[in-house]
């Protein structure tokens, strides 16, 4: 399985690139939005990449980001998504406006895409929104983010804490979500303001269902 390619830059298609890795060309295909966010030919590129397999064909599918990879895998899984459809999604919303538009149930923002109808918009948002949050989470373990405001810290080892503490969502739980939040591009702040707020409207939210909570509130009212 080729999972990422690193080289050059030899040839930019309509839909595709010719990526040249040590002497060898690679034809990668790419939605409109990653093609746009590429270099110039002759210039390092770098791409993850998802192999398609067919009895008579082999394609490789670029992406930017492994979120956006995972999107891309996600969506194949659902029935009547394929390749052209998932890039289509994908190029019209972005990994970030997916996770968003999934994770939100928004099947108008999925049904934007070119060839996409509001049946198959519609079985996406279904099939896949309990899985985005954990998407959206991918790689939200980060030791430099710090915990929102409100989060409930645990104490240090070997340390009894003399009161009960507040009901809430564990303090990993809204350190995930903030990050999640972040990676799609939310300031630090209104992230923060936002999971701190689910967190305390329900105790019982887990990471994914505290990312949903928080993006509700987050979404444009009216």
Do not use: C
Request: proline residues 8%.
């Amino acid at each position: 399985m080729i999972g990422r390619l690193a080289g050059r830059l030899d040839y930019r298609g309509s839909d595709h690139v010719l990526i040249d890795v040590g002497g060898v060309g690679y034809v990668v295909y790419v939605s409109d939005r990653t093609l746009a966010g590429l270099p110039g030919v002759g210039e390092a590129v770098a791409l993850y990449t998802d192999l398609l397999v067919r009895e008579d064909l082999l394609q490789l599918f670029g992406f930017p980001s492994l979120l956006e990879k995972e999107w891309h895998r996600l969506l194949m899984s659902v029935q009547g998504i394929g390749a052209k459809a998932s890039m289509a999604i994908l190029g019209t919303l972005g990994a970030e406006g997916v996770s968003r538009a999934i994770a939100l149930g928004d099947a108008t923002a999925v049904k934007a895409a070119p060839g996409v109808g509001p049946k198959i918009a519609q079985r996406v948002v279904n099939e896949l929104k309990d899985k985005a949050p954990a998407v959206m989470a991918m790689g939200a373990a980060d030791p430099l983010v710090e915990p929102p405001a409100g989060a409930i810290e645990a104490p240090p080892a070997g340390r009894r804490d003399p009161k009960p503490r507040a009901p809430g969502p564990s303090a990993s739980a809204q350190s995930e979500a903030l990050s999640a939040l972040s990676n799609l591009g939310y300031a630090p702040g209104e992230a923060a303001a936002a999971v701190a707020e689910a967190a305390g409207q329900d105790a019982d939210l887990d990471t994914p269902g505290l990312i949903r909570a928080a993006l509700k509130l987050l979404a444009p009212k009216g």
